[in-house]
């Protein structure tokens, strides 16, 4: 098997979400240290609160507040700490029914070890230091043997709630483009264009991906295209994107490399925007050390006519 | 009450599944998915023209790309068009978006696949991303923390014991080395905590993975294949997202829908059930009502392979391969999704009279 390729690939985002009229107080009161519920039809208090009774689907905002103290109902010792939770140092992940409520908010318990945690146990809200209206406003939950705290009796009325969080997120893979993809592109970076050709129909596409979309059978024969080209349609673009050191206008392209049955992407240059032309004869352009075209330009030849590639339009 | 039963026959008629493996890194997921799908046409003897629906189940979030499941689509010959659909969840599901289309009458024959390659992420962070966004999410509890919670309360309970969880996997592992396709087989360490009271054992392995189904229906079933396993019922119900306000000890969902599939009119012989973890075939058991006679995952279950967005697929598929060779009479197939079986599905797979 030959070696395949692989990079890091990071997706990173920062989802804003906006608040419904309860999780909004709910949040708004964890930054101000108070823990708020809502009230169901049948008079039961759910901690976390949500906006629609999760038995018969009807609309609650009856907001009451509950303790900061609460009871352990199922727990699980997380002696390697991943990153982004809530403790970097061995915890527990508790369910806590907090004083008042009737049901369980998910949080980190910290405990010195297993043996200290159990079901039943007695613990109480340890705030975080900068609150902001979030979960993690709550810093984690911390072992307590007093009795039930009083709740302030707050309205759940804030001057300044917020409305809405940002939920950042960020995952880190390792992305392989797999077999047919790792030889087109290694085979570019020794300046060659390599296809595949569909044992059914005989058509070739370039850039592989070890099928064929038409016959659903894998590709697998290889067959060096190119490196030439016809300019099967483009289109003009004026907006100038990010990080990209392009100026605009300038011209993209659909472009058919000689033997492709498919037509592949490329910016169009060494001629001005406004004479880019279907037809248009291209050849593909390395810069000094890299690993694909950087441009394709025209070779000068008379342009292809319609009929010879027209069926890759 | 009587159940109402569907309009219209429906069998699966071939199934089909890769060797699971740790990573399959040197293939793209088209190329994976692509074995799988010649091979359940050669079963059939059909092409992927005579195809009528054709539905995948996948998830963007074990690619890191948006979109990833238009890539496989070239697996099916998607060009000239097809009718075609798509559930971002496990194939199950995506099964029972085709059986209902078999139903309507506007297909006879379906396709159905699901894949996923774990292997480029970290998985057990990766699945966070599907929990509430406003509560859980931001806390990043991971798939393994989660479950063991359930475990925890499933042992205050006194449903279970550690070493009742240890006999779960070992069973599953040692019935696994009959399945060449298993990840995971024999003997297995139970091992160290991962979160406790959750082993090493207590999990299942992560691994890359596809699967392919066949429908048909009616007469059609009986031409493509020699003992079709009917849908006799099928049906999926969900809980509330919210942890805390389920019970975590039982689950209801998979209860009535099996009540809705039909499982509790007459006992089944086998059963596969979508359980990734020990603790969770536990619940499962209780749930089904499954009494000792019942053959629960011969094929090793979710504990030896558990290729995430196929695994529920799967089986529904080895349900159906056991009627297909005649081991099994009346079968039942289960797959979850979500966090400590918050989505549950279940099928009730028959063959003809012998």
Redesign the interface.
């Given at each position: 098997m030959p070696e395949v390729l692989k990079a890091p690939l990071v997706v990173e985002f920062p989802f804003t979400r906006s608040l419904g009229p309860v999780q909004s107080a709910f949040l708004t009161g964890l930054r101000e240290r108070i823990v708020l519920g809502v009230r169901t039809g049948d008079g039961r208090t759910l901690v976390p609160p949500v906006e629609y009774d999760p038995v018969t689907a009807e609309e609650i905002r009856d907001l009451v507040e509950v303790a900061p103290t609460g009871t352990v109902t199922t727990w699980a010792w997380n002696h390697a700490p991943r990153r982004d939770q809530p403790l970097d140092t061995p915890f527990a992940w508790a369910l806590v029914r907090l004083d008042g409520a009737d049901t369980a908010l998910l949080h980190a318990l910290d405990a010195p070890g297993p043996d200290a945690v159990h079901t039943g146990m007695r613990v109480r809200v340890r705030w975080a230091g900068e609150r902001t209206g979030a979960i993690t406003d709550i810093a984690c939950f911390e072992p307590y043997d007093g009795s039930p705290a009083e709740p302030t009796g707050h309205t759940g009325e804030f001057e300044d709630p917020i409305t809405g969080i940002v939920a950042r997120a960020r995952l880190d893979y390792t992305y392989s483009p797999g077999r047919a993809q790792t030889a087109y592109i290694n085979a570019l970076a020794d300046r060659r264009n390599v296809g595949e050709r569909c044992p059914s129909c005989r058509k070739v596409y370039v850039p592989p991906r070890g099928a064929c979309p038409t016959c659903g059978v894998a590709t697998s024969e290889q067959v060096e295209v190119g490196p030439r080209g016809t300019v099967t349609t483009f289109c003009i673009v004026n907006i100038k994107a990010k990080n990209l050191d392009i100026e605009v206008p300038y011209v993209y392209a659909h472009i058919a490399l000689d033997g492709a049955d498919l037509a592949l992407h490329g910016r169009i240059g060494g001629i001005p925007y406004n004479q880019v032309r279907m037809g248009l004869r291209v050849e593909p352009v390395w810069t000094e050390g890299g690993r694909y075209p950087d441009h394709y330009r025209p070779t000068g030849e008379p342009d292809a006519d319609y009929d010879t590639y027209k069926e890759l339009v | 009450m009587a159940r109402d039963l569907p309009v219209r026959d429906i069998a699966v008629v071939a199934f089909g599944q890769t060797d699971h493996r740790r990573t399959s890194?040197?293939?793209?997921?088209?190329?994976m998915l692509?074995?799988v799908?010649?091979d359940v046409l050669a079963q059939t003897g059909l092409k992927?023209t005579d195809i009528g629906f054709t539905c995948s189940g996948s998830s963007d979030?074990l690619a890191?790309?948006a979109f990833s499941f238009t890539?496989a689509?070239?697996?099916?010959?998607?060009?000239?068009p097809i009718s075609e659909s798509h559930v971002e969840m496990d194939g199950a599901w995506a099964l029972y978006e085709a059986w209902t289309k078999l139903l309507t009458g506007d297909a006879d024959t379906a396709l159905v696949y699901s894949y996923g390659k774990s292997?480029?992420?970290?998985l057990?962070?990766?699945l966070t991303?599907q929990l509430d966004?406003?509560?859980?999410?931001?806390?990043?509890?991971?798939s393994v923390?989660?479950a063991?919670?359930?475990?925890?309360?499933l042992i205050?309970a006194g449903d279970t014991d550690e070493p009742a969880l240890a006999a779960v996997a070992v069973r599953s592992r040692d019935v696994a080395a009959t399945n060449s396709h298993a990840q995971l087989q024999g003997s297995v360490p139970q091992g160290e905590?991962v979160?406790?009271?959750?082993r090493t054992g207590d999990c299942p392995p992560i691994g890359d993975g596809a699967a392919a189904v066949i429908l048909a229906a009616g007469e059609r079933a009986r031409e493509l294949c020699e003992r079709p396993a009917w849908i006799r019922g099928i049906d999926h119900r969900i809980e509330?997202h919210?942890?805390?306000?389920r019970d975590?000890t039982d689950s209801p969902s998979t209860r009535l829908a099996a009540e809705k599939a039909g499982a509790f009119e007459r006992p089944v012989d086998t059963a596969e059930l979508h359980a990734p973890f020990t603790s969770q075939e536990v619940v499962l058991r209780k749930a089904l009502k499954l009494e000792g006679g019942v053959r629960v995952n011969p094929s090793g279950g979710a504990l030896a392979a558990n290729p995430v967005m196929a695994a529920g697929l799967i089986r529904i598929g080895e349900a159906a391969a056991r009627i297909h060779r005649g081991e099994s009479d009346r079968a039942l197939a289960h797959a979850t999704s979500g966090p400590c079986l918050q989505q549950n599905l279940v099928a009730v797979l028959e063959g003809d009279p012998r």
């Open positions: - | 890194e040197e293939l793209s997921e088209v190329e692509m074995p799908l010649h992927t979030y890191g790309r890539l689509l070239d697996g099916v010959g998607a060009w000239p292997s480029p992420g970290p057990r962070d990766v991303r966004p406003y509560y859980v999410a931001p806390l990043w509890p991971d923390a989660l063991a919670l359930q475990a925890q309360a205050d905590y979160v406790r009271p959750l509330a919210g942890l805390g306000v975590l």
